[in-house]
């Protein structure tokens, strides 16, 4: 059971590229969202998933976009990289939907770290 | 809305003393509560989390969690701190009513240093 897989691991962009941070689960989780980790600021919620073909924001989604299109995967497009989204990006996903979702935590994967110079 | 405070960014302990990690939240109706564990250059492991029920919950490596409702708190205690103890913790909220259910509210973290 691979659980929650992220790729790449590392990666370095210029200011102004564009690219797609990979997510993929297979536990049949209902639920995904991407995190970005900043030092001192906690885990923050750029987008969330609640099932295919539904998405929505969540706190700081500003120069990223997602789609969902099978319940497996929830890619993260960075549509112009700037130096202000140099950060570590974390997947989660769980079950949403009673009665495995009732209490479910959120299971994540080791994370991107993206630098954008 | 929803939020998460953690007070204290950094705790110092000695091995083999009480490891105390505060948790505060702030919420309408009762949430659910997790405590998340982060070891350097690592994912979220999941250490504890609170539901329903009994208000005392234990985790993994000996952690433990107390949810008192007229505290609004779920503070993270260990009897006897271990150097492999070391890593950054992280309190969160589950939103579970609302457009936004399933959302976790994190708080900024405690990172916890063990010293010999």
């Known amino acids: 059971n691979a659980g929650v897989t992220q790729t790449p691991k590392f990666q370095v962009l210029k200011t102004g590229q564009s690219m797609t941070l990979q997510c993929a689960q297979d536990?049949?989780?209902?639920?995904m969202s991407w995190y970005r980790q900043d030092p001192g600021m906690g885990l923050r919620l750029i987008h969330y998933?609640?099932?295919?073909?539904?998405?929505d924001q969540g706190e700081v989604p500003n120069g990223y976009n997602v789609s969902r299109s099978t319940t497996e995967d929830f890619p993260l497009r960075l549509l112009s990289a700037a130096p202000s989204q140099t950060s570590v990006y974390f997947c989660?996903?769980?079950?949403?939907?009673?009665?495995?979702?009732?209490?479910?935590?959120?299971?994540f994967g080791n994370g991107t770290r993206l630098t954008v110079t | 809305a929803q939020s998460v405070t953690q007070l204290g960014s950094h705790v110092s302990v000695s091995e083999g003393a009480l490891v105390l990690l505060r948790c505060n939240y702030s919420?309408?109706?009762?949430?659910?509560l997790f405590w998340y564990v982060q070891y350097p250059n690592q994912g979220l492991q999941l250490l504890l989390k609170?539901?329903?029920?009994?208000?005392l919950v234990k985790g993994i490596n000996g952690f433990e969690a107390e949810f008192k409702k007229s505290e609004t708190s779920f503070h993270l205690t260990k009897p006897s701190a271990h150097m492999s103890d070391a890593a950054e913790y992280f309190c969160?909220?589950?939103?579970?009513?609302?457009?936004?259910?399933?959302?976790?509210?994190f708080g900024k973290g405690t990172k916890l240093s063990v010293k010999p």
């Open positions: 989660a996903s769980s079950y949403l939907h009673p009665p495995l979702g009732i209490d479910s935590p959120l299971h």
């Open positions: 536990m049949n989780h209902e639920y």
């Open positions: 998933s609640v099932g295919a073909g539904i998405t």
């Open positions: 919420s309408s109706v009762p949430p659910y």
């Open positions: 609170y539901t329903t029920g009994a208000t």
């Open positions: 969160a909220v589950r939103l579970n009513y609302g457009g936004s259910q399933g959302n976790l509210i």
